[in-house]
Structure formats: structure tokens, C-alpha cells
């Protein structure tokens, strides 16, 4: 085993905007390696208000040619529906293919037993339309997701003639931070990096930091201290970019090694 105490990241604290169900294996390679991350999620998620039209559409299966999927919370969300209604998702999902926006998010379709044959290279929900348009052209497209979810990708499915039924399968609610992540990380003094997996997370995150005096973006903003700021995915660094926050470091892709490398690379730089 590596010695932890060899790699950049020993002794780092590292804040991470999200919940622990959905961080486990990122927690372990960053403690790893000596790291020491502290949960502080910015969003929760919770079943759509109307379940109506996701219920109708996972009854409905067979008469869609494809299933786009944009995040693992996507996957969760039909799953743990698709279990309430009694569909059985082998058979159910076996007659649509399925494609997915990144490594993660195929992944965790697959665990289930989803047979994904597309996965988007740009690793971002217009990538699915742009790189697939050839085989998604004048098809019947279910899309499932967020409330808070762009309208990039189902307009630019609709403008190469797919025909796109779009379903709320979870909302995003902001969370208001709170214990270890609050005491340690707001206090703007230990912030050595920051992850974000979503611009709904980078939007709550500021809006928490501006209402109690912005120590965090202070703190991010001084080039002495250098405060690394990790996207997860590149619509993630366009929300830090637009929000102004400086030493944004992008990970090659959504999964754990890539956002060890990002953070390793950073750190190592210094």
C-alpha cells in the first residue's frame, strides 16, 4: 500500500458538496491518501411533486426508441419508481436503448441492470444530441430528470426531428449547511479545496457564503492561499466560471480517479 503521507493531498481538507450515499468511494481514495474531506452537501433530492407523467412513462416503455439518461440521480429516481409500480425493469427497459452522459452515470444504469450502448464522450446532456444526432434523428426520446434541469438538450433533440417526452423524475431542493462542513469550512481559514458536481450546488453554495459575509469566496479569491475550486463535469466549471471564482480545475471526466488526478495535479503544482 501507497504511504498516504507521499501523495499532495495529505493533510489537505477538502469540502464536498454533496451527500454521503453518493460519495463513499471518493471519501476512501481521498483518506487514502491522506486527505481529509468533510461532507457538506448543498442539494437534496426529492420525488416528483406529480409522479403521474414518470408513472405513465414506465408503464409506457415500449413506445420509446430511446431512453437518455443525464445523471445517476436520474437512474435512482426511475428505479426506485419503476419498484413502487411494480414494473419489472429488465423486461420493461429491454425494448428501448439507452444512452448516458458520462462513465458515472452509465455505471450505475448498468449496476442495475440496464443494458447502456451509448455514452457520451463530452461527458454534459448536449453531448447526447450532438454526438449521437445520426441515431437519435426523428426518434421517440423519454428524458427523465431535475426540475432545475437546462433546456439545451430537449431542444436540441427536438431541432434534429426527435420527437421528446420529457418527465420530472426528481426535484433538487437547496440545503442549508450545518454542522462539521459549516464549522470548519465557513469559517473561511481551512479551505484548501472545494468539490462541486453541479451548478445547482455552485448556485447554493454562493448564495449561502454571500448571506454570511462571503468568507469562503474571500477566501478563494486570495491568490496567496490558492484555494482549489473542482468541477465535476464542464457544465459545473461554465456555472464557477460565470460566477466569477478563480483557480477552477475541471476533472477529465465525472469518476473518482479523474477527480483524484484533478486534485493531485493541483496540489502537486503548488
Known amino acids: 500500500m501507497a504511504d498516504a503521507s507521499a501523495s499532495p493531498l495529505a493533510g489537505r481538507s477538502i469540502l464536498i458538496t454533496r451527500a454521503s450515499d453518493q460519495t463513499e468511494s471518493l471519501v476512501r481514495e481521498l483518506q487514502a491518501r491522506g486527505a481529509k474531506p468533510v461532507l457538506q452537501p448543498m442539494i437534496a433530492f426529492h420525488p416528483p411533486s406529480d409522479v403521474a407523467p414518470l408513472d405513465k412513462a414506465l408503464r409506457n416503455m415500449r413506445s420509446f426508441d430511446w431512453l437518455l439518461l443525464t445523471s445517476a440521480n436520474a437512474v435512482r429516481a426511475l428505479l426506485e419508481r419503476a419498484q413502487s409500480l411494480g414494473v419489472d425493469v429488465t423486461n420493461s427497459f429491454a425494448a ?78 437547496a440545503v442549508e449547511p450545518e454542522g462539521e462542513g459549516q464549522d470548519q469550512f465557513f469559517s473561511g481559514h ?40 473542482v468541477a465535476v463535469g464542464p457544465v459545473t466549471a461554465t456555472a464557477l466560471r460565470e460566477a466569477g471564482l478563480r483557480n477552477i480545475v475541471q476533472a477529465q471526466n465525472t469518476t473518482v480517479p479523474a477527480v483524484i488526478a484533478a486534485l493531485e495535479s493541483f496540489f502537486s503544482s503548488r
Open 96 to 173: 428501448v436503448r439507452i444512452a448516458a452522459v458520462g462513465p458515472v452515470t452509465a455505471e450505475a444504469a448498468r449496476r442495475a441492470g440496464l443494458p447502456v450502448s451509448r455514452v457520451a464522450a463530452k461527458h454534459q446532456g448536449i453531448g447526447l444530441a450532438e454526438e449521437f444526432a445520426a441515431e437519435l434523428t426523428s426518434k421517440r426520446i423519454l428524458l427523465p430528470r431535475s426540475n432545475l434541469a437546462s433546456q439545451d438538450l430537449p431542444e436540441a433533440l427536438r431541432r434534429i426531428g426527435a420527437t421528446v417526452t420529457e418527465v420530472i423524475a426528481y426535484r433538487t431542493f
Open 190 to 229: 481551512v479551505v484548501e479545496a472545494i468539490l462541486f458536481f453541479s451548478p445547482s450546488a455552485v448556485r447554493n453554495f454562493l448564495n449561502w457564503d454571500e448571506g454570511k459575509g462571503s468568507p469562503v469566496l474571500r477566501s478563494i479569491s486570495d491568490q496567496s492561499r490558492k484555494t482549489a475550486v
